[in-house]
């Protein structure tokens, strides 16, 4: 045991991000912020609590713009007079020991009902909920957008976030033009993979531009995509290389699993990154272990893993470079602390009913 306690504890750097362990918070929504994004008591509170044992805290996506939300009372990242209470977000966070990054977020069409300029933003004008009526972006649009983003991620290294991660995975904005399912564009913005890259290839070069070149900027993906037509494993590791030229420091490698539902008279995607309680744990370490040899950047993987045993075979045999403990930190905020002394077994499980 005292093995597999050593490999989680090992220390990483990541773009010159000193991580004190193995383990990561992945981004949660809480819906605990204000109603103009602002950072609440409450947040601060949640993150406090779950900062105090693991290495890299990544909090949940902050929105690059109003009309961008994916959660009511989401965080956001679109105006300056944010910067305030995400700097006392990233203080809170470092002084608990943990490295603090932030998630940079626009839900395009699978956002929630609201109004503004770019909801319902999409590449192709497909439903991803049956409340929102999608539209297909124009350029002007598109560069406005990746404006946006590179706005946020100087705002978030304004605030002393050690780093940032942009959300090009679940089906939110980025996710859509990466995706063949949604993006059916004849522009250069769709086609083949290199193509439907563009958006997300954009985006890091005006974030790059914002922060500079040795920032840590981390990008969150769906290794594939469960559902017929969706995106291939072998798709999304050509994503990642070509996002690897691009300067992203390391992937966050996830999943979707999709399917059409129909309701009010709309066909709609409907998604999932959560895997399901009959899913083995580890499930989606393979995924993420072809990541890391394919695109030889480091690698943080999801999905059951916060049996002791279970997480360091994926950082010792896989060579994953990091673990995120997700469901089980919100069921039990000393998770981490209790894995790190290879008492799992004490862990407050969570039941896995997937309503979080």
């Known amino acids: ?83 305030g209470g995400m700097k006392s977000l990233a203080d809170s966070i470092k002084e608990m020991g943990g490295a603090a990054v932030v998630q940079l977020s626009h839900a395009g069409a699978r956002g929630i009902p609201g109004g503004g300029e770019m909801h319902g933003a999409s590449p192709s004008g497909v439903y991803l909920r049956d409340n929102v009526e999608p539209f297909i972006m124009n350029q002007t649009q598109i560069d406005r957008v990746v404006d946006d983003f590179g706005h946020a991620a100087r705002r978030a290294a304004e605030a002393g976030f050690d780093g940032v991660e942009v959300h090009g995975a679940h089906f939110y904005l980025i996710s859509q033009f990466l995706s063949p399912v949604t993006n059916l564009r004849k522009d250069r913005y769709g086609g083949g993979v290199s193509e439907r890259a563009t958006f997300a290839l954009e985006i890091m070069r005006s974030v790059r531009e914002k922060v500079g070149p ?15 037509g969706g995106q291939t494993v072998e798709d999304a590791i050509t994503t990642g290389r070509v996002l690897s030229q691009a300067g992203v420091s390391a992937l966050d490698v996830s999943i979707a699993r999709c399917s059409w539902q129909e309701s009010n008279g709309r066909r709609f995607l409907s998604c999932s990154s959560a895997l399901r309680k009959e899913d083995p744990f580890g499930a989606n370490v393979v995924l993420a272990a072809r990541f890391r040899e394919k695109t030889n950047l480091p690698v943080i993987a999801i999905g059951k893993l916060w049996n002791e045993t279970v997480a360091a075979e994926a950082i010792h045999g896989s060579k994953i470079d990091m673990i995120a403990i997700g469901r089980q930190m919100i069921a039990d905020p000393d998770a981490a602390g209790k894995i790190l002394a290879g008492k799992s077994g004490d862990i407050i499980l969570c039941k896995e009913c997937l309503k979080c």
């Open 1 to 83: 045991m005292e093995n597999i306690k050593e490999s989680i504890q090992d220390e990483l750097i990541i773009s010159g991000m000193r991580v004190r362990n193995r383990l990561a918070l992945p981004p949660l929504t809480t819906n605990y912020g204000g109603p103009e994004g602002t950072v609440t008591n409450e947040v601060l509170q949640f993150y406090r609590q779950r900062a105090k044992d693991v290495g890299l805290v990544i909090v949940e996506a902050a929105a690059v713009r109003a009309d961008g939300c994916i959660v009511n009372n989401s965080l956001g990242l679109w105006d300056d007079s944010q910067i």
């Open 214 to 228: 040795h920032y840590p900027v981390f990008f969150r993906i769906n290794a594939i995509e469960k559902m017929q």
